[in-house]
């Protein structure tokens, strides 16, 4: 499959994940916005690594092994650090929920006072 | 160290003195220290003088180098030679006589503006010697700025009088308008020069091309005007009078205006190498010494016809510069300094008796009540009118057989100006001691004839007025033209020969008809005014001549006007709303713009990230068309 519809996908995923972060305003949604881009993110650094993959091996007998894997690999460590970090942040979540009784991060525009 | 620093020094440490401890001096102490130090000064100059009569000028030493550059070197240094030893003695003599004298006429004052009366005074011979000594144009022109600044700060020295204020003011201006010339005078000579040494100039005439020299004269010649009263520079002195009146006997007589003159004297060799530059001089000299008599004919302020009289007095001189005469102008200088002198302290002296009225219309009969004042003031009038023996007489008919010598329309207007003269000064002189006294009963109840410290430099100056002349006789009347001999090592004497040729019999001639005018009109004056005096408004041309040909007027009207219109209009509009309003813009503006721009910072998360992802797609685009714009900006700059 050519790397162009992998590249689409991957926009596109990001960008709805920048419009769902731009538009919403219950916390909850941006947080699953921003999970949304960090895996169209995923994405090509997955579908990128299976180009260099397949470009390293074509006609090259000396390439080395690993080549076009480093990158799965560092996908791995991402989606561990991005589970914490949604624990992390489910926790922030709860936390406003009991305190203001409410998702909505435009109550928490008061920094300020 | 040679003895001639101790000329200037000796009035720069009484400056000091009485300039520091103005509050903790007595007045006497004052008085003392004040004309003490120019006694001193004298003292100096006399020896000097002899030294130089019997040895010649003195070698020029520099004290220190003033300015060192590698282009060209000021010395800080002086030169005493006939010329400048000459002036010494006036400067300091006269000066001396004045200091006296201002012990009792200044003696009301408190002792604390008393002290600064005398720190100014001291600090005005202090720069008037350093103009004399200075041995290049630089250092004279350090001393021509200081007696100018000395003259403001004692014209104005009753500073809460308005009017006193605005005539410093006026003098200070006029006398900048020619100190430019001078100043641009210098830099052309030292540009052309590298030197502005007076024996390194004369010495190197040759290599100046006539534009230069001319351009050089006119230039100094400006400075000249400005500092010696000459049209159109020379309505400040009549309003000097503001000041105290021994200061107006030191401005007219000793120092300051004697300046111009003296500088041309001393500049005769570059003077007489251009035509142009001569018979400027000679114009505007003979121009000024008749306008100024005609206006003093109608001044009814006993010191405003003085003034004017020495206006008059200074085109003579500049006449006889002009023609030539360098030694006769020098012995103008010196007799107008005896007489001129003599006669504003005497006019001090009746300001003094009658309580501060100066309108000759409410003296009368003075002759009586103050006697001593009297005989010095009439000696004054006829020496000034120039009747032999007088002094004046033998200085003027020098400057007036010089001009008959060079172009006889000059000696015409000369003796024209002479008669006026001596007509305006027994106007004067009549209408103030003669006939009966026209002030107030208490004014007359409080007459009285002035103290020895006035008296005293009245007799002297009187006695040298009436023998002033004597050092220079001229041949025809058997003498030996003394100050002609003492000078020539450093005037040319080039016209003395042409004088010589006009042969004895034409020269008597031309001396007795010059007397002749002079007494015919003493005689005119004194049947005129002596009995009745003119008191009436004068009307028609009178008026005009009274209002001094409403020369001020125009001048207002010409220059001061539209100067101030401009500067109006700079002030108000360009100053408000263009450079004003510049600067205040930009200060709005920022003020404006960061009113707005804080009202992004809402603290609402989604417009921080819309900010962002905006910032981040503008990066990326920049980014991306990085190439298209670098040459986008390549094609603009």
């Not at chain 2, 003895?3 to 007595?26: E, K, M, Q």
């Not at chain 2, 401009?566 to 360009?574: E, I, P, R």
Request: with cysteine; aromatic share 14%; glycine share 8%.
């Amino acid at each position: 499959m050519p790397i162009q519809y992998y590249i689409i996908l991957a926009a596109t995923l990001f960008c709805i994940g920048v419009a769902g972060v731009l538009i919403r305003r219950n916390a909850i949604i941006i947080f699953m916005c921003i999970e949304l881009m960090l895996n169209s993110v995923n994405l090509m650094l997955v579908a990128f690594s299976k180009m260099h993959y397949s470009l390293g091996n074509t006609g090259n007998k000396n390439a080395p092994l690993n080549i076009g894997t480093d990158a799965q690999l560092f996908v791995f460590f991402i989606m561990v650090v991005a589970a914490a970090e949604v624990s992390v942040g489910l926790a922030i979540i709860v936390m406003m929920y009991r305190n203001v009784h409410s998702t909505d991060v435009n109550f928490l525009n008061r920094l300020k006072n | 160290m040679s003895l001639v620093y101790l000329v200037p020094l000796f009035p720069l440490i009484g400056f000091l003195i009485n300039g520091l401890f103005r509050n903790s001096l007595s007045k006497t102490l004052t008085g003392l220290i004040g004309s003490g130090v120019i006694l001193a000064s004298f003292i100096v100059s006399v020896v000097l003088f002899l030294n130089v009569r019997s040895g010649g000028a003195l070698p020029v030493e520099p004290l220190f180098q003033f300015i060192n550059i590698p282009a060209f070197k000021i010395d800080f240094a002086f030169q005493v030679d006939q010329l400048s030893a000459l002036f010494l003695l006036i400067i300091t003599g006269v000066g001396f006589l004045i200091h006296v004298y201002s012990t009792s006429y200044m003696h009301e004052e408190e002792p604390a503006h008393f002290a600064r009366y005398f720190s100014y005074l001291n600090l005005f011979v202090f720069s008037m010697l350093l103009l004399v000594l200075g041995a290049n144009y630089v250092i004279m022109f350090i001393g021509w700025e200081g007696v100018g600044l000395c003259s403001y700060l004692l014209i104005g020295y009753w500073f809460k009088n308005d009017s006193y204020n605005y005539a410093a003011k006026k003098a200070f201006v006029m006398n900048r308008i020619g100190d430019l010339g001078f100043l641009l005078g210098i830099f052309w000579l030292i540009a052309k020069l590298g030197t502005a040494n007076y024996n390194d100039v004369f010495a190197n005439v040759s290599q100046l091309s006539p534009t230069d020299i001319t351009g050089i004269t006119v230039l100094l010649f400006i400075g000249a005007m400005g500092k010696s009263a000459q049209i159109p520079l020379y309505t400040w002195l009549p309003d000097a009078m503001a000041g105290p009146t021994p200061v107006s006997a030191l401005i007219h007589a000793a120092t300051m205006v004697t300046a111009g003159i003296y500088m041309v004297a001393r500049s005769n060799v570059l003077y007489s190498a251009s035509a142009v530059a001569e018979n400027l001089v000679a114009i505007i000299g003979i121009a000024t010494a008749l306008f100024s008599a005609t206006i003093a004919i109608k001044q009814n302020d006993i010191k405003k016809v003085l003034a004017y009289s020495t206006v008059s007095q200074l085109g003579y001189m500049f006449l006889g510069l002009g023609v030539g005469a360098y030694t006769g102008a020098v012995f103008h200088v010196m007799t107008h300094a005896f007489f001129k002198a003599l006669l504003f302290l005497g006019a001090g002296s009746v300001i003094h008796a009658i309580h501060n009225q100066q309108d000759i219309r409410y003296m009368g009969g003075l002759k009586k009540y103050l006697p001593v004042t009297h005989i010095t003031f009439l000696a004054g009038c006829i020496a000034i009118s120039g009747i032999p023996p007088f002094s004046g007489f033998f200085s003027k008919d020098e400057i007036l057989a010089a001009a008959y010598a060079k172009n006889p329309v000059y000696w015409v207007l000369g003796v024209i100006g002479a008669g006026m003269t001596a007509f305006y000064m027994f106007r004067l002189y009549a209408t103030t001691f003669l006939g009966t006294f026209r002030g107030t009963e208490e004014q007359k109840h409080h007459l009285h004839e002035s103290s020895v410290a006035i008296t005293t430099p009245l007799l002297i100056l009187a006695i040298l007025s009436v023998i002033g002349g004597f050092v220079n006789v001229p041949e025809i009347l058997g003498g030996e033209q003394g100050l002609h001999q003492f000078l020539a090592p450093v005037l040319k004497t080039e016209n003395a020969e042409a004088v010589h040729e006009l042969g004895g019999n034409k020269e008597f001639t031309l001396m007795a008809i010059s007397v002749g005018v002079a007494v015919l009109a003493i005689l005119i004056a004194l049947s005129r005014y002596a009995k009745k005096p003119e008191l009436d408004e004068p009307a028609g041309f009178g008026k005009v001549l009274a209002k001094k040909w409403y020369i001020d007027e125009i001048y207002d009207a010409l220059v001061v006007n539209p100067l101030a219109y401009l500067g109006n209009f700079f002030k108000n509009v360009v100053e408000k709303s263009g450079i004003d309003g510049f600067v205040n813009g930009v200060g709005t503006f920022v003020q404006y713009s960061s009113r707005r721009l804080r009202l992004i910072q809402n603290g609402k998360v989604g417009t921080y990230i819309l900010f962002m992802v905006f910032s981040i797609l503008v990066l990326w685009c920049i980014f991306f068309y990085q190439e298209k714009i670098v040459i986008f900006f390549n094609n603009i700059f």
